[in-house]
């Protein structure tokens, strides 16, 4: 297909928008038509396997995975530097605490980190996460331990 905007894929809890015509641009391949693919795939039951707890913050928080595992790649792709940043909206899959703090992150061989990954803006129900590389991603709220319930005397 040619292209005249960005275009958005979808899955059942998640989207990406993501420039595949200024990636094409850079995609050299031998003097044929410039081209690009994307491949978007979200995983079920991920989550429970890279948990949130393997997102090392300082803080003493207790951390919940507020979406489903997704990945994003360049597939026969030679220049995988992205033109600009990818839009990713993610379905919450639980309750929003809003005194909690959300971080998009992405998974970094052993453990989940925010590098280059930032959140643009979010309600109740989605995030919408902004990243200037492609990886797996996911988003993580922490929320603050509760303090013991003091007796009355």
């Not at 919940?64 to 990818?86: E, F, G, Q, R």
Request: aromatic content about 8%.
């Amino acid at each position: 297909v040619t292209l005249d905007k960005i275009p958005r894929l979808d899955t059942t809890n998640s989207s990406v928008d993501i420039d595949l015509i200024g990636i094409a641009k850079n995609n050299k391949n031998n003097n044929e038509t410039r081209s690009a693919a994307v491949a978007f795939m979200s995983y079920n039951t991920m989550e429970n396997l890279l948990k949130p707890d393997f997102f090392n913050t300082s803080n003493d928080t207790i951390k919940t995975m507020m979406s489903t595992v997704i990945s994003a790649t360049l597939p026969k792709t030679t220049n995988t530097k992205l033109t600009k940043p990818v839009n990713f909206t993610l379905k919450h899959i639980r309750e929003f605490d809003p005194n909690g703090s959300l971080s998009c992150v992405y998974w970094n061989i052993s453990e989940w980190i925010v590098d280059g990954c930032s959140v643009l803006k979010t309600n109740s129900s989605y995030t919408v996460c902004s990243c200037v590389h492609l990886s797996t991603f996911a988003l993580i709220m922490q929320t603050s331990r509760p303090s013991e319930v003091r007796e009355h005397l």
